[in-house]
Structure formats: structure tokens, C-alpha cells
């Protein structure tokens, strides 16, 4: 998503991140024969801390350390020290008077301890519905932007997200396909995301959904795992949403079986084990917003929802500039839910116009689904907005912060490994699928060996 800056040509350093007030050994890497270190020679590196201002305008302020080290070897520097705070820091390494380059390092609090990144689209369309690719290969188009992890989401259907998974079951792959779908039930035209619940809620109403039309009653299609339950009438659903509108007691104002059946599908996500978000009210369909602003306000105070996709899949300003306005609102209300930021991409294409507009960074401690869903729910993850390349980050401002280092200081390195990854997957759909899985088995845990590296904490 983000060109790798010039330096990372050249340069490594690592560990990049780390907790603050710990030693750690932190060593720059020289990765061309234009700079080759000299272990006779001394050198300086120079430390400053972002939060600490200008020493020319503070100078009472401790943000700026320096001091003299001598190279391991031709291509290595290494030195041990700690680092105050949560925030950015500069090393600067000098050759005498001479800058030879400058990085950036960040140290974490300690609750950020076994937090890793991983970044991933939670809603996700395929030609099983209204998108314009095979869910195979949207997902190995997704791999190759920089995804760790991503679901297939279609309109009123469960089972493409499994076809993605039992397409890729024989081979090596990092990137973690999550089941899921759009949900869409009768009584509210408000949409639903079902990340990683365990079963369908489209599959639950009889013969009403496309997943119920398309593929039958049959379990296999409708659940992850052959547990579901079982399949009620219309006169059935219909008396369950009445008895939780009775129960719920939700404003006059506010359409009554509507709100009843987006909590009834939240829960069933909730009871499936998945993440259940509320997505784009403020989508433009019909010449209007999708969803009224007071229904949407209702939703908010009430939250029934685990997440709130703040960022989504349009690129006008209405949608996504008003969905972020009102969580900042929300906030200075004393209103705080997760929130995520997903394509809702219709064209996995790099070049379609929408088909890298969001995504959500997750901080937690390894890329599986529930522990996805976890860091989700525990607020451990921002919405990024990469509808052009100078980004925007969504969420508490120290993630916030964390994130834009990321942005600048990881994800380009990252990223050149998952687009090798994506093309590798593309090979075994249309190309040598012997190959293919070879070369998926020779790369398996590349990722996994980078967070090792640039992740101390």
C-alpha cells in the first residue's frame, strides 16, 4: 500500500518495536556495498524521542542522547539501551560530521506485551454475489495487498467463505481466510457483518436467504464445523423478533421489528463465536443514506453490535468522513465501541477503484480467528483509510499513532513479502499448481519470522 522509503533499500534495523523501560539490543544493518562499516572506525548514534520537542526550544527536556559505538562487523552495529514512553524514536548514525542515515524505533507500553500487528479486511464480496471474482482468487488479490488475514462476506450467503477455505486446505499459506457473510434478514433493510461466527444466520430463516436457495438445507454449507440450529419457518422468526421487540422496548421512534432483528441477528452472531458489526449507515442507496440518523444514534447508545465499521468501501465523503465524524462525536459522549475498517471491495482488482480503501490493524497476539475477535472487542485495533496515499488512521489516539509508524516503518517491508505470497497463489489457481505449493511450502512463515524480528515487546 505505502512505497518502501529509499533507506529500507539499504538499511535494517531491528528489533523496530519494543516495551519502554526494558534494555533491548537494537542492531542497524547494512544492506548494500555502498555502506560498509568499518570496525576500526568509531561511530555515533544519536537517540531522540518524539514526544519530547525541539532540544533548541527545550532544552530542560531529555530528548536527546548520544554516544559512541564501533561496528560488529562489516554490516553490523549493535548497541543495548532503553526507551522512555510510548512513542516514536530517531536514530541517527554519524560517520565524524557525516549523517549516514536515520530510522525510526517505537516503544510500547506495558499492556501492548505480546500485541503483535495484523492487518486484514473484515467485509468482503466475491461473484458468488455482486463481486466480480471467484472467491479463491479474491482472496489470493488480497494476499498480494498486504492482508494477514481477511473474510469472504457475501450478500446473504455462508458458504462462499467456505469454498475459499476448502480451495486452499491442501496448501501452505500465511494469509488466514476467515469464514463469514453479509447478513441480510427479514424485517430491517440495516446490513450486517458476520465475522467468523461458526455457523449462518442468512441459512437460518426457511428458503428466505440465497444461501438457503443456493445450496439447500444441507449443515456442510451452512456451518463451519456441522453444528448449526436447526432451521425455522418465516411464522417462527417472525414470532421471535416480536417477542424481543416486546421485550426490548425501543423508542417509538425507532421501527420497532427493524431494531428487534438487528439485535436478534447480532446475538446469533455472538452465539456462531463471531464478531458482529454494524456496517456503513451511512451508505448512500436510493438518493438517501442507507440507514436514518436517529435509528443509527439509537444503535450507537444502545450498542448491540461488537464493532462498528467506521471506514468502509465508498469513496465520496458522506460515507466514511460522516461515519468517522460521528465516532468522535460519539467519544465526547462517553460512547466507546470497537471499531474496524473493511473494503466491502465488490472488485479485488489493485487497480479497481475501491479496492484498497480501508482496512483494520489488529493488536493482539496471534493471527487466529478468535483471537482476532478478541482484540477487536477488547478496543486493541484501529480503521486505516488508505483511499490515497496520504493515509488516515481511525481510533485511540496512542494506536493511532502506532499505526501511522507501522504505516511508514513496517508494512512497506511486510508488504513486498505478501505481494510475492499473492502472485504464488494466483499461480496455483490458474498456473503449475505443483509449483505453486513449492514455492507456498518454501515461504510458509515468512511473516510470522518477520514479527520476530522487528517485535520485542
Given at each position: 500500500?505505502?512505497?518502501?522509503?529509499?533507506?529500507?533499500?539499504?538499511?535494517?534495523?531491528?528489533?523496530?518495536?519494543?516495551?519502554?523501560?526494558?534494555?533491548?539490543?537494537?542492531?542497524?544493518?547494512?544492506?548494500?556495498?555502498?555502506?560498509?562499516f568499518?570496525?576500526?572506525?568509531?561511530?555515533?548514534?544519536?537517540?531522540?524521542?518524539?514526544?519530547?520537542?525541539?532540544?533548541?526550544?527545550?532544552?530542560?527536556?531529555?530528548?536527546?542522547?548520544?554516544?559512541?559505538?564501533?561496528?560488529?562487523?562489516?554490516?553490523?552495529?549493535?548497541?543495548?539501551?532503553?526507551?522512555?514512553?510510548?512513542?516514536?524514536?530517531s536514530?541517527?548514525?554519524?560517520?565524524?560530521?557525516?549523517?549516514?542515515?536515520?530510522?525510526?524505533?517505537?516503544?510500547?507500553?506495558?499492556?501492548?506485551?505480546?500485541?503483535?500487528?495484523?492487518?486484514?479486511?473484515?467485509?468482503?464480496?466475491?461473484?458468488?454475489?455482486?463481486?466480480?471474482?471467484?472467491?479463491?482468487?479474491?482472496?489470493?488479490?488480497?494476499?498480494?495487498?498486504?492482508?494477514?488475514?481477511?473474510?469472504?462476506?457475501?450478500?446473504?450467503?455462508?458458504?462462499?467463505?467456505?469454498?475459499?477455505?476448502?480451495?486452499?486446505?491442501?496448501?501452505?499459506?500465511?494469509?488466514?481466510?476467515?469464514?463469514?457473510?453479509?447478513?441480510?434478514?427479514?424485517?430491517?433493510d440495516?446490513?450486517?457483518?458476520?465475522?467468523?461466527?461458526?455457523?449462518?444466520?442468512?441459512?437460518?430463516?426457511?428458503?428466505?436467504?440465497?444461501?438457503?436457495?443456493?445450496?439447500?438445507?444441507?449443515v456442510?454449507?451452512?456451518?463451519?464445523?456441522?453444528?448449526?440450529?436447526?432451521?425455522?419457518?418465516?411464522?417462527?422468526?417472525?414470532?421471535?423478533i416480536?417477542?424481543?421487540a416486546?421485550?426490548?422496548?425501543?423508542?417509538?421512534?425507532?421501527?420497532?421489528?427493524?431494531?428487534?432483528?438487528?439485535?436478534?441477528?447480532?446475538?446469533?452472531?455472538?452465539?456462531?463465536?463471531?464478531?458482529?458489526?454494524?456496517?456503513?449507515?451511512?451508505?448512500?442507496?436510493?438518493?438517501?443514506?442507507?440507514?436514518?440518523?436517529?435509528?443509527?444514534?439509537?444503535?450507537?447508545?444502545?450498542?448491540?453490535?461488537?464493532?462498528?465499521?467506521?471506514?468502509?468501501?465508498?469513496?465520496?465523503?458522506?460515507?466514511?468522513?460522516?461515519?468517522?465524524?460521528?465516532?468522535?462525536?460519539?467519544?465526547?459522549?462517553?460512547?466507546?465501541?470497537?471499531?474496524?475498517?473493511?473494503?466491502?471491495?465488490?472488485?479485488?482488482?489493485?487497480?479497481?477503484?475501491?479496492?484498497?480503501?480501508?482496512?483494520?490493524?489488529?493488536?493482539?497476539?496471534?493471527?487466529?480467528?478468535?483471537?482476532?475477535?478478541?482484540?477487536?472487542?477488547?478496543?486493541?485495533?484501529?480503521?486505516?483509510?488508505?483511499?490515497?496515499?496520504?493515509?488516515?488512521?481511525?481510533?485511540?489516539?496512542?494506536?493511532?499513532?502506532?499505526?501511522?509508524f507501522?504505516?511508514?516503518?513496517?508494512y512497506?517491508?511486510?508488504?513486498?513479502?505478501?505481494?510475492?505470497?499473492?502472485?504464488?497463489?494466483?499461480?496455483?489457481?490458474?498456473?503449475?499448481?505443483e509449483?505453486a505449493?513449492?514455492?507456498?511450502?518454501?515461504?510458509?512463515?515468512?511473516?510470522?519470522?518477520?514479527?520476530?524480528?522487528?517485535?520485542?515487546?
Amino acid at each position: 500500500m505505502k512505497d518502501m522509503k529509499d533507506q529500507f533499500y539499504y538499511f535494517d534495523i531491528y528489533p523496530k518495536v519494543f516495551l519502554e523501560n526494558t534494555e533491548v539490543t537494537i542492531t542497524i544493518q547494512s544492506k548494500s556495498h555502498k555502506f560498509i562499516f568499518s570496525p576500526e572506525k568509531e561511530y555515533t548514534v544519536i537517540l531522540r524521542e518524539y514526544n519530547e520537542g525541539n532540544i533548541r526550544n527545550y532544552p530542560e527536556r531529555k530528548n536527546y542522547r548520544d554516544f559512541k559505538v564501533n561496528a560488529k562487523n562489516e554490516s553490523e552495529i549493535v548497541f543495548t539501551t532503553s526507551f522512555r514512553g510510548e512513542q516514536q524514536h530517531s536514530v541517527v548514525l554519524m560517520e565524524g560530521e557525516k549523517e549516514i542515515v536515520e530510522l525510526y524505533l517505537y516503544s510500547l507500553f506495558e499492556d501492548m506485551k505480546g500485541r503483535y500487528p495484523y492487518r486484514g479486511d473484515l467485509h468482503v464480496h466475491t461473484c458468488r454475489s455482486d463481486g466480480r471474482q471467484d472467491p479463491a482468487t479474491v482472496c489470493a488479490n488480497y494476499r498480494g495487498h498486504g492482508y494477514d488475514f481477511m473474510v469472504v462476506s457475501d450478500h446473504g450467503r455462508y458458504y462462499p467463505s467456505l469454498e475459499a477455505q476448502e480451495f486452499y486446505k491442501d496448501v501452505d499459506i500465511d494469509l488466514n481466510i476467515v469464514e463469514g457473510e453479509e447478513v441480510h434478514m427479514p424485517y430491517t433493510d440495516v446490513h450486517i457483518v458476520n465475522f467468523g461466527g461458526q455457523y449462518s444466520v442468512n441459512g437460518l430463516i426457511e428458503g428466505v436467504k440465497e444461501q438457503y436457495k443456493e445450496k439447500g438445507a444441507d449443515v456442510k454449507y451452512r456451518s463451519k464445523n456441522g453444528v448449526c440450529p436447526d432451521i425455522m419457518t418465516m411464522d417462527e422468526y417472525t414470532a421471535e423478533i416480536d417477542a424481543l421487540a416486546e421485550e426490548l422496548k425501543a423508542p417509538e421512534y425507532i421501527n420497532q421489528r427493524s431494531y428487534a432483528t438487528c439485535v436478534w441477528a447480532f446475538n446469533h452472531i455472538r452465539k456462531a463465536e463471531g464478531l458482529a458489526i454494524f456496517p456503513h449507515p451511512y451508505w448512500v442507496t436510493g438518493h438517501c443514506i442507507q440507514v436514518p440518523p436517529e435509528f443509527t444514534d439509537y444503535m450507537m447508545e444502545t450498542q448491540p453490535f461488537d464493532a462498528f465499521e467506521v471506514l468502509g468501501g465508498e469513496r465520496y465523503f458522506e460515507h466514511n468522513g460522516f461515519q468517522t465524524s460521528m465516532y468522535y462525536e460519539d467519544r465526547m459522549k462517553g460512547r466507546h465501541y470497537p471499531i474496524v475498517g473493511s473494503t466491502d471491495t465488490h472488485n479485488s482488482l489493485k487497480s479497481a477503484p475501491g479496492s484498497l480503501i480501508c482496512s483494520t490493524i489488529v493488536f493482539c497476539d496471534k493471527n487466529e480467528r478468535l483471537s482476532l475477535i478478541k482484540g477487536i472487542k477488547d478496543f486493541y485495533s484501529v480503521a486505516v483509510d488508505t483511499i490515497d496515499p496520504s493515509y488516515r488512521v481511525v481510533g485511540d489516539f496512542r494506536f493511532v499513532r502506532y499505526a501511522s509508524f507501522l504505516m511508514e516503518n513496517y508494512y512497506p517491508i511486510h508488504d513486498s513479502l505478501c505481494e510475492a505470497e499473492g502472485e504464488m497463489m494466483r499461480m496455483y489457481i490458474y498456473g503449475d499448481k505443483e509449483r505453486a505449493k513449492k514455492l507456498l511450502s518454501a515461504a510458509h512463515g515468512e511473516i510470522e519470522d518477520m514479527i520476530k524480528k522487528y517485535f520485542a515487546n
